[in-house]
């Protein structure tokens, strides 16, 4: 089965650039059933989604992060990649990635995140 | 509108039925998604699409939707039910991923 797993660095100081890599096992990253996001948490709040990338390297990010958000992918090694630049005490989260599935029923569209990674804290500190 | 609206907190007593709501425009269009949280854990999809509960879910999870309100509906609620649930869709542009703000299930 399919696992993701986060890796990086757990502090980034502030100004610079948060950079982490999910590395996905038990399936190819190449499918094109699937896009590849990154999700992330804020200590005690809820999920925000981050972006996500397809095997192709077409990308679409939160609009509210998009422009310090660079979301890539080595279908080589199997992994996607996060980088969040100009970081800020606000940043500080766990960092999830998770594989994005989309299904059609009754003329509706959903979306699913499944699996996820087991989350990243990253604390941004000066 | 670009949000899911949740209750931030509801409570069921153990062994009763308990509804968690979820409202947004995007709702008309795509199905929401269901996830349990729990305390220190990354979330787990409980059901998806119209009827889509994985593997491992326990039945008593079923969720439906009326116009633009989704619901997760627990029948019998049980101790370790007891976590944070999110919703999810797709915005209307079909581009971006929303999340609701959770709602935190206590049972009593």
């Known amino acids: 089965q399919v696992q993701l797993q986060e890796s990086g660095p757990g502090l980034v100081k502030t100004s610079q650039t948060l950079s982490l890599t999910c590395s996905v096992s038990?399936?190819?990253?190449?499918?094109?059933?699937?896009?590849w996001s990154w999700i992330r948490q804020l200590p005690g709040k809820g999920l925000e989604w981050i972006g996500y990338?397809?095997?192709?390297?077409?990308?679409y990010y939160n609009p509210s992060l998009k422009s310090r958000v660079t979301i890539s992918i080595d279908t080589s090694k199997s992994q996607f990649s996060l980088r969040l630049s100009s970081v800020t005490a606000a940043d500080t989260a766990v960092y999830y990635c998770?594989?994005?599935?989309?299904?059609?029923?009754?003329?509706?569209?959903?979306?699913?995140?499944?699996?996820w990674g087991q989350g990243t804290l990253v604390i941004v500190s000066s | 509108s670009s949000e899911l609206t949740q209750d931030p907190a509801v409570s069921v007593a153990l062994g009763q039925t308990v509804r968690i709501t979820c409202q947004g425009d995007?709702?008309?269009?795509?199905?929401a998604t269901w996830y349990q949280q729990k305390p220190g854990q990354a979330p787990i999809l409980v059901f998806y699409?119209?009827?889509n509960r994985p593997s491992g879910i326990p039945d008593r999870f079923s969720a439906s939707t009326s116009r633009s309100t989704a619901s997760l509906t627990i029948t019998g609620a049980q101790a370790e039910d007891e976590a944070d649930y999110y919703c999810?869709?797709?915005?209307?542009?079909?581009?971006?991923?929303?999340f609701g703000g959770g709602t935190k299930l206590t049972v009593l």
């Open positions: 998770a594989r994005d599935l989309t299904g059609y029923t009754s003329g509706l569209a959903y979306n699913w995140f499944d699996p």
């Open positions: 038990g399936g190819s990253i190449s499918s094109g059933s699937f896009y």
């Open positions: 990338i397809f095997y192709s390297g077409d990308t």
């Open positions: 995007s709702l008309r269009n795509y199905y």
């Open positions: 699409g119209k009827n």
């Open positions: 999810s869709s797709r915005d209307n542009t079909g581009n971006q991923v929303l």
